[in-house]
């Protein structure tokens, strides 16, 4: 294969193991629970509440996240087909299954919902920011090409990114003078929702100690995480970009920003029946 630039190669990271094998996707998808369950059981204990039932919580995500992310997949992208491949699990259903969830979890174990999403929220910051790099080391939703500091090229990514094939699944056209097979650089978007992930981490985890009732602060992970997905999404090769040029993603993104902003509005004062954080502590 030829080259237009000169981007950084990175090859599917694969680990054979008798018939099946470990895939870094796996591995990232794997660490994303394990590091959400650790940081929602340290914010449970320094509240005061019992750790356990995080472990459930978590099984229930994974459960949930799985099925919701095929669903979306199959169901609003219309990939019928794709419900028995390995690949095709996208964020926003995943996100939405996991939630209903670990919800049913706490209702069934008689946790005020207000108080557990307090919690999920710098555990999810954390899981999303682990759970990307598993994107990262198999070669999934990268970005647009791009020949600047630090592209990247997936030769056996899904899909590989070579020229044939972007503008085959994303209708990017191919660069004048290149061929089908052509690997093309892209730019990194899953180090850059890493990285993102990691910073929506940081401030909920120095805002958990919030004045304002149980629950506001998942309304603050709503507004973070949508910013962050409809900004990344400008960066990604996408082909179901619907209207002004925006993503499927991007319009849940909004909603999900308003919804944070009212969530955030309705949970701002502490009061009867919104108890605060420092009395969930007590």
């Known amino acids: 294969m030829m080259l237009l630039a000169s981007p950084i190669i990175v090859h599917r990271f694969l680990i054979?193991?008798?018939?099946?094998?470990?895939?870094?996707?796996?591995?990232?998808?794997?660490?994303?629970?394990?590091?959400?369950?650790?940081?929602?059981?340290?914010?449970?204990?320094?509240?005061?509440?019992?750790?356990?039932?995080?472990?459930?919580?978590?099984?229930?995500?994974?459960?949930?996240?799985?099925?919701?992310?095929?669903?979306?997949?199959?169901?609003?992208?219309?990939?019928?087909d794709g419900m028995l491949d390995r690949a095709g699990f996208v964020y926003w259903g995943g996100f939405v299954g996991g939630?209903?969830?670990?919800?049913?979890?706490?209702?069934?174990?008689h946790i005020g919902l207000m108080r557990m999403s307090d919690v999920a929220a710098p555990a999810c910051a954390a899981a999303y920011s682990v759970g990307r790099t598993g994107c990262w080391a198999v070669g999934d939703d990268y970005g647009r090409p791009w020949n600047g500091?630090?592209?990247?090229?997936?030769?056996?990514?899904?899909?590989?990114?070579t020229a044939g094939e972007m503008a085959r699944e994303f209708g990017i056209a191919i660069p004048a003078g290149a061929?089908?097979?052509?690997?093309?650089?892209?730019?990194p978007t899953q180090l850059m929702e890493v990285a993102l992930g990691f910073v929506m981490f940081a401030v909920l985890w120095r805002l958990r100690k919030h004045a304002h009732a149980e629950g506001w602060l998942f309304g603050v992970f709503l507004v973070l995480a949508g910013l962050e997905r409809f900004v990344v999404e400008f960066f990604r090769a996408k082909d179901d970009?619907?209207?002004?040029?925006?993503?499927?993603?991007?319009?849940?993104?909004?909603?999900?920003?308003?919804?944070?902003?009212?969530?955030?509005?309705?949970?701002?004062?502490?009061?009867p029946g919104r108890p605060g954080v420092a009395r969930a502590a007590a």
């Not at 919580?57 to 997949?73: E, H, P, R, S, T």
């Not at 500091?149 to 990114?161: H, I, K, N």
């Open 16 to 80: 054979p193991l008798g018939p099946m094998e470990l895939t870094g996707f796996g591995i990232g998808m794997f660490m994303c629970f394990v590091i959400g369950q650790a940081v929602a059981q340290r914010l449970m204990a320094e509240r005061g509440m019992d750790p356990a039932p995080a472990a459930d919580m978590v099984f229930a995500a994974v459960i949930g996240g799985l099925l919701g992310a095929k669903l979306y997949w199959v169901v609003i992208l219309g990939h019928w």
């Open 179 to 187: 061929s089908p097979d052509t690997l093309l650089g892209v730019i």
């Open 99 to 109: 939630a209903l969830a670990v919800a049913w979890v706490a209702a069934r174990k």
């Open 149 to 161: 500091f630090l592209a990247v090229a997936f030769p056996d990514g899904f899909p590989p990114s």
């Open 241 to 271: 970009r619907v209207l002004a040029g925006l993503t499927y993603a991007q319009g849940i993104a909004i909603a999900t920003v308003l919804v944070g902003v009212v969530w955030m509005m309705l949970r701002s004062r502490v009061g």
